[in-house]
């Protein structure tokens, strides 16, 4: 079930949490892919991420860089290529989006890391 980002039901809950949550209330998330989303979140709950996320919406003054929008403004990544390898993504690979604009985004693209 989407959540609305692009995501499934439990993908921003705790690890531990998400892991006790049925299979038939997360989506159609393959197995192969449950660890990625396991190690994604814990990285999006991470003081490093967040200071990443500020800094990306700073560098992009506070703007959707797709509209323009100054409302509801969230980091997307446009590639998981660092993040797959090193654990965390580089700023040039994040951009930031308005809500709306984010949410499009991710109905155009995958949710295993493609976009």
Same mark, same amino acid.
Request: aromatic letters at 10%; charged letters at 30%; glycine letters at 8%.
């Given at each position: 079930?989407?959540?609305?980002? !692009? ?15 049925? #299979? ?14 396991? &190690?994604?979140?814990?990285?999006? #709950?991470?003081?490093?991420? #967040? ?11 506070? #703007?959707?860089? &797709? ?32 809500? &709306? ?11 295993? !890391?493609?976009?």
């Amino acid at each position: 079930m989407d959540n609305g980002y !692009g995501h499934r039901i439990g993908m921003n809950l705790p690890p531990e949490i998400f892991m006790k949550i049925p #299979k038939t209330m997360t989506g159609a998330i393959p197995d192969e892919h449950l660890d990625w989303w396991v &190690r994604y979140n814990a990285y999006l #709950k991470s003081p490093e991420w #967040k200071a990443q996320h500020d800094r990306v919406i700073a560098r992009d003054d506070h #703007k959707c860089t &797709r509209c323009g929008s100054d409302k509801r403004l969230q980091a997307h990544h446009t590639s998981y290529e660092t993040y797959n390898e090193k654990g965390q993504a580089l700023d040039e690979e994040i951009i930031t989006l308005c809500f &709306r604009c984010h949410r499009g985004e991710h109905r155009r693209s995958s949710v295993y !890391g493609t976009g």
